[in-house]
């Protein structure tokens, strides 16, 4: 696939903004509940509102991505069937309640409070999944439909979402080193993730030949009774020029390039991040760490594109998806 960058930053901000509301809900609740060290209000407030920031900000990237962004609001026409219009609709119902608890948390509302939490961390995960889908419900994409994206940008969101509760907490808050300790574990998971999500596609899981594509899963057998099989092949692409599915679908990265960057991912996205947060307690290595996450994670997102290989190309060459 084509990497657009407009839908690359959409899914990596929106996805770090709905962790950190989900974790400033999460933070919030336990510390009312005595589970954890209470955290200053103010400086989840300020989380909250950075999460909020990153969320519209990814949003407003994905409109690019449409060939006449004037019309985005029409994502919302077809919520009972795509994936796209229930993002939308759960974004338009998340971004008002979202700005409401995090207006409440610099005050004493109590109960309301963690009641608007609850709905928060509910709908953020919607969101997450709902995007997600976007993607795994492509059965044509095999590198896509499958569990293991869904699950990916949940972790994923969390683990940047913690980068930036973080780095809004400041150096000294009460439990923010019990907190570093979670992201740098968490970080830590989603590499481990990242790598079985990359073994994955190199098993080649659900690959599709040309001969499956066409029918003839078995290859193709002559008019005479001889017993030989031939393997199917392309004779001619159809087109004499690049088209929108040459632009979309035929895009290719070598293979050492993908190499590179997966090891550029692995280490600025989680290893860095995960070693600052839970070695180095101040301010600035927690926006370090922040800026080389989101950083990695763009690199990650960009391998996400790139890996994926549409069934369209078998019948522009390629023997498999």
């Known amino acids: 696939m084509h990497p657009a960058f407009s839908v690359i930053f959409f899914t990596v901000l929106s996805g770090a903004g709905l962790g950190a509301l989900a974790w400033t809900a999460l933070l919030d609740g336990a510390g009312a509940a005595g589970l954890v060290g209470a955290l200053s209000r103010d400086a989840l407030a300020r989380a909250a509102f950075a999460g909020l920031v990153l969320?519209?900000?990814?949003?407003?990237?994905?409109?690019?991505?449409?060939?006449?962004?004037?019309?985005?609001?029409?994502?919302?026409?077809?919520?009972?069937?795509?994936?796209?219009?229930?993002?939308?609709?759960?974004?338009l119902v998340l971004l008002p309640l979202a700005a409401l608890h995090a207006t409440l948390l610099v005050q004493d509302a109590g109960a309301v409070r963690l009641a608007l939490g609850g709905l928060v961390v509910v709908l953020a995960w919607a969101m997450l999944v709902c995007t997600a889908m976007i993607y795994a419900s492509l059965k044509p994409i095999r590198q896509w439909h499958t569990a293991r994206v869904p699950v990916g940008f949940v972790v994923l969101g969390h683990a940047s979402g913690a980068l930036v509760v973080l780095a809004c907490l400041g150096a000294d808050a009460p439990g923010r080193r019990a907190l570093g300790v979670a992201a740098a574990a968490l970080l830590l998971a989603a590499a481990l993730f990242k790598i079985d999500y990359w073994r994955f596609l190199r098993r080649g899981v659900g690959s599709v030949t040309l001969?499956?594509?066409?029918?003839?899963?078995?290859?193709?057998?002559?008019?005479?009774?001889?017993?030989?099989?031939?393997?199917?092949?392309?004779?001619?692409?159809?087109?004499?020029?690049?088209?929108?599915?040459t632009h979309e679908f035929m895009a290719e990265a070598a293979a050492s390039r993908r190499g590179t960057l997966r090891v550029v991912a692995i280490v600025a996205g989680f290893l860095l991040p995960a070693a600052l947060v839970a070695l180095v307690a101040s301010a600035t290595a927690a926006w370090v760490a922040l800026c080389a996450g989101l950083a990695g994670l763009v690199v990650e997102r960009w391998l996400f594109f790139a890996d994926a290989r549409h069934t369209v190309r078998l019948y522009h060459g390629d023997a498999r998806t």
């Open 55 to 91: 969320v519209v900000a990814g949003l407003c990237c994905s409109t690019l991505h449409l060939a006449n962004p004037r019309n985005a609001w029409r994502s919302l026409a077809r919520w009972r069937t795509s994936w796209l219009s229930r993002e939308a609709a759960v974004a």
């Open 211 to 245: 001969e499956q594509a066409i029918g003839v899963a078995h290859g193709v057998r002559p008019a005479a009774p001889t017993g030989s099989v031939m393997a199917a092949r392309l004779l001619d692409v159809g087109h004499s020029r690049g088209t929108f599915l």
